[in-house]
């Protein structure tokens, strides 16, 4: 009989960090990710119990929020993603759903997504060679989704020009690192 052991989306017992020249690729895998809708006809409720669960303001149109443990993303009209420490957050749907009642619909992602964090100084160059989000211009807090080598992203700003993590179907692991650390070794 052979234990079972987790594996990151890019299939190693660890999540991989490379630097390269002025820019650190850091594959993520500390936080959980469940997807929040706010259901129709409940705004008020969701409104009320979103506040009290993540104690941050829902953010706008193209915006992220981050507070002491729950950060969300927007991703649509009334629909965000949740992040939290996975260490306390593992059952996050189930977390969220508790917290949030009838008023949304969750769904669990944790498993479903790969994240990305580049930081450093060449960030907004490697984000320029490989899609075409104006990284130069995102202030901390600003989320878009885009194409970046033919691979549907989020992209959310951590730090404006200098931290950006990029969100994708697992399933797209091995190829978003390998368009993230090729880009990183152009401008290396």
């Known amino acids: 009989m052979h234990d079972l052991a987790a594996l990151t989306p890019l299939g190693a017992a660890a999540p991989k960090t490379l630097q390269i020249g002025a820019v650190t690729i850091s594959e993520v895998v500390d936080r959980a990710l469940a997807s929040v809708s706010c259901r129709q006809g409940k705004k008020a409720a969701f409104d ?9 303001e829902l953010p706008a149109p193209g915006q992220s929020a981050a507070g002491a443990v729950w950060s969300l993303i927007w991703t649509g009209p009334e629909q965000w993603f949740a992040e ?3 260490a306390s957050h593992e059952d996050i749907a189930r ?6 009642g009838d008023s949304a619909s969750v ?3 944790t498993d479903g997504w790969v994240r ?4 450093g100084a060449g960030v907004v160059t490697l984000m320029e060679r490989l899609c075409p989000v104006p990284a130069r211009r995102m202030g901390t807090g600003a989320a878009t989704r ?6 549907g992203c989020l992209v959310v700003c951590r730090s404006k020009g200098r931290h950006f993590s990029l969100l994708a179907p697992r399933s797209f692991a091995g190829s978003l690192h390998h368009a993230l650390t090729a880009a990183a070794r152009s401008i290396a």
């Open 48 to 56: 009320a119990a979103a506040s009290a669960l993540f104690r941050i």
């Open 84 to 86: 939290a420490p996975f």
């Open 95 to 100: 977390i969220v759903t508790d917290g949030l």
């Open 107 to 109: 769904t669990e992602q």
């Open 116 to 119: 990305f964090d580049i930081e």
């Open 146 to 151: 885009t194409l970046m080598e033919h691979m």
